[in-house]
């Protein structure tokens, strides 16, 4: 009877830290959820981060107006790192990311009339990581970067451009 006494109380102390680990995890995983989706979202509505086809364009502004779409992407991601778990294996693909927007920002830079070719390298890599992000994981959704609907829920999207008033 004297064992039960002492192994009661070492089994309960074990069972509570066993609990608390669990729901620490828990609570930290979906944090982690919440804020790749956060992310991916971000990056989804991002409308100049679509799908081009690329062609070289002489004596046009377009990438300095890219560029603080992709510093403000960069931005993102980096910060998003900052809401992993330690030791997520996401980590490695939001480091991907982050340096592929750098790799964009360089090159753009130095040939802006090929800005386009750099913009779609850095959309693939951007997509390819949203997809490794979402893979296998029902609380994170897969979104293509920069290919929001203008559809209402339910309705198919229109070729059409939306009007704004």
Same mark, same amino acid.
């Given at each position: 009877?004297?064992?039960?006494?002492?192994?009661?109380?070492?089994?309960?102390?074990?069972?509570?830290?066993?609990?608390?680990?669990?729901?620490?995890?828990?609570?930290?995983?979906?944090?982690?959820?919440?804020?790749?989706?956060?992310?991916?979202?971000?990056?989804? &509505?991002?409308?100049?981060?679509?799908?081009?086809?690329?062609?070289?364009?002489?004596? #046009? %502004? =377009?990438?300095? /107006?890219? !560029?603080?779409?992709?510093?403000?992407?960069?931005?993102?991601?980096?910060?998003?790192?900052?809401?992993?778990?330690?030791?997520?294996?996401?980590?490695?693909?939001?480091?991907?990311?982050?340096?592929?927007?750098?790799?964009?920002?360089?090159?753009?830079?130095?040939?802006?009339?090929?800005?386009?070719?750099? &913009?779609?390298?850095?959309?693939?890599?951007?997509?390819?990581?949203?997809?490794?992000? #979402? %893979? =296998?994981?029902? /609380?994170? !959704?897969?979104?293509?970067?920069?290919?929001?609907?203008?559809?209402?829920?339910?309705?198919?999207?229109?070729?059409?451009?939306?009007?704004?008033?």
């Amino acid at each position: 009877m004297e064992w039960l006494a002492f192994t009661a109380p070492v089994l309960g102390l074990i069972v509570g830290i066993g609990a608390g680990w669990c729901t620490r995890s828990g609570i930290d995983r979906r944090d982690e959820s919440v804020a790749l989706n956060a992310l991916i979202m971000d990056l989804h &509505l991002k409308r100049s981060l679509a799908a081009i086809q690329p062609q070289t364009v002489e004596g #046009s %502004d =377009g990438e300095a /107006r890219l !560029r603080p779409t992709v510093l403000d992407a960069r931005d993102r991601i980096l910060e998003t790192l900052t809401h992993l778990r330690s030791g997520s294996a996401n980590t490695g693909v939001l480091m991907r990311m982050a340096a592929a927007c750098t790799v964009y920002l360089r090159s753009a830079s130095r040939e802006p009339e090929r800005y386009q070719f750099a &913009l779609m390298e850095l959309r693939e890599t951007l997509d390819d990581g949203v997809r490794l992000l #979402s %893979d =296998g994981r029902r /609380r994170v !959704r897969g979104l293509p970067p920069g290919e929001r609907s203008t559809a209402k829920p339910g309705q198919r999207p229109s070729r059409r451009p939306v009007r704004r008033r």
